[in-house]
């Protein structure tokens, strides 16, 4: 209980500042961004005309990105890398800060076992998520019926908003697999970073390709919210694929974790 607690007074500037950021954006694309795109529609179809297929493709502009819910799955797709980065940052930070402060043999030979000490981090980093993910659901619910008194598709938005948790925890499992099998970890910041502009940027090839197999290996791509608008939830397939994804990373950071030797500092 203390390490959770710790890993919770820890994170806590984190959690709030990323959270803060998300929210802004989210924000600030619907009520700042998508009023000003609405009015515009013929100049901006007059742009994007010029560019070609390939950029539409990768940045997903679609033809449909003038109704409200197309527009939010265009803001969802920079939401969501900002969350992957938020996710890599918690979980590298937790799982690394022994290892970069050159403290791990301190902190494991107390009289607390090492998988505790694990589902410890493991579970404040959840638990932080879950927070950001319940209050983007909400922001996300509370916009749209502003915009949309009658509230159709409300429930659509609830479980659409609901992708940015489960794919922040695919990037919880990559950053605790990064930080517990990498020898050195030099910067959080850094690292998680390039975690998420690396799925991006696969995001985007795999747009360009569009070729369906190829979508099982960019997880931004999981839990697309024009799937939820289409069909009402997210496709089987890609939960399935993020199960496996986290399950096999969470399993083989555990056994490394519990089962390594320490170098002391």
Not at 91 to 118: G, M, Q
Not at 237 to 264: E, L, N, P, Q, R
Request: hydrophobic share 55%; charged share 10%; with cysteine.
């Amino acid at each position: 209980m203390n390490v959770f607690l710790f890993e919770l007074k820890s994170q806590t500037r984190t959690f709030v500042i990323w959270t803060s950021v998300i929210l802004f954006n989210l924000i600030l694309f619907i009520k700042g961004i998508y009023p000003v795109f609405y009015a515009a529609v013929d100049e901006v179809l007059a742009m994007l005309s010029g560019f070609p297929p390939e950029f539409s493709a990768a940045f997903h502009v679609t033809d449909d990105m003038f109704t409200y819910s197309g527009f939010y799955c265009f803001t969802y797709m920079y939401i969501v890398l900002i969350g992957a980065i938020m996710a890599a940052v918690l979980s590298i930070s937790s799982f690394a800060r022994e290892k970069r402060n050159k403290c791990a043999d301190f902190l494991l030979t107390k009289p607390v076992e090492r998988r505790n000490i694990f589902f410890a981090k493991l579970l404040s980093s959840m638990l932080l998520l879950f927070a950001a993910g319940v209050l983007f659901a909400a922001v996300s619910v509370l916009l749209y019926l502003s915009d949309n008194p009658g509230g159709g598709q409300t429930a659509q938005y609830l479980i659409a908003s609901a992708g940015l948790f489960f794919t922040q925890m695919i990037f919880i499992a990559a950053g605790i697999f990064y930080a517990v099998f990498a020898k050195r970890v030099r910067s959080v910041a850094g690292s998680a970073t390039a975690f998420g502009f690396g799925a991006f940027i696969l995001s985007a090839l795999v747009n360009i390709l569009d070729k369906e197999l190829f979508f099982l290996i960019s997880p931004l791509s999981y839990f697309n919210p024009a799937a939820v608008f289409a069909g009402g939830t997210h496709e089987f397939k890609y939960i399935a694929a993020a199960v496996i994804a986290i399950a096999g990373m969470v399993w083989a950071s555990y056994f490394k974790y519990t089962g390594s030797d320490i170098h002391a500092a």
